[in-house]
């Protein structure tokens, strides 16, 4: 069985998953059924069509492809909400080491946030998983949120890919806002909410691809997060 050995920790950063220090060790199991095409389908699954369809990231619990991630282990995974739960597996066919983690971050607003997570250790396509990511979220990226007082502060060492979108508050059909990357126009932003009245209207959805080349291994974060005033 093959095994992982653990990359050191990334640098600070102000969002919960930025901290994540995958050195867990999850070792090859014989897998009960063929592997999903690529990452981008598990995040799909997992992560952006359970929560667009049931509001929840979907947990494969008794799935014995996937090993439960809980206690100190469970912190390595970057600092977790009460409840969040996780998981991992080694994909050989793939070269990765993946970790799911499904979390409900505490709010002070009254607001409902999910979030869910795909933390990759090993070489990704950065190509191709922008174009897999922005064909399932039908909008292109933005790395303009990076530095800016609405987004992001810059961390050494990372790149950072955002997606936002505003769906009508409960629908089931998400698209990425145009503003994020729009090829029409050139117009290359991303949605901020400054108001709560704009939940009574609309949710809002926000996606991020995290890469960080330097270490032993790649480490990659795929995101989603759905913010509502409840369905």
């Not at 919960?16 to 981008?40: F, H």
């Not at 400054?194 to 960080?212: G, N, S």
């Amino acid at each position: 069985m093959d095994q992982i050995a653990p990359p050191p920790p990334p640098p600070a950063s102000p969002t919960a998953l930025d901290d994540a220090s995958p050195d867990i060790v999850i070792a090859a199991r014989p897998r009960t059924r063929p592997p999903l095409r690529n990452l981008v389908d598990y995040y799909r699954y997992y992560c952006v069509d359970a929560i667009r369809l049931t509001g929840h990231g979907r947990a494969p619990l008794g799935d014995p492809d996937w090993q439960p991630i809980v206690g100190q282990d469970l912190e390595r995974l970057g600092h977790a909400a009460p409840g969040a739960i996780a998981f991992g597996q080694r994909d050989d066919r793939l070269g990765l080491t993946v970790y799911l983690k499904i979390e409900q971050p505490v709010r002070a607003d009254g607001l409902h946030e999910e979030q869910c997570a795909l933390i990759l250790l090993g070489p990704i396509d950065q190509k191709a998983y922008l174009a897999q990511m922005s064909a399932l979220l039908r909008g292109s990226p933005t790395i303009r949120h990076v530095g800016m007082a609405e987004g992001v502060a810059k961390a050494p060492g990372w790149k950072r890919w955002l997606w936002t979108g505003m769906p009508s508050r409960g629908s089931r059909n998400w698209v990425a806002s145009p503003t994020s990357g729009d090829r029409l126009t050139g117009w290359d932003s991303f949605l901020v909410v400054t108001d709560r009245r704009f939940y009574d209207e609309y949710d809002y959805i926000f996606a991020e691809l995290k890469v960080r080349e330097a270490g032993p291994l790649p480490l990659s974060i795929m995101s989603f997060n759905h913010v509502s005033a409840g369905r």
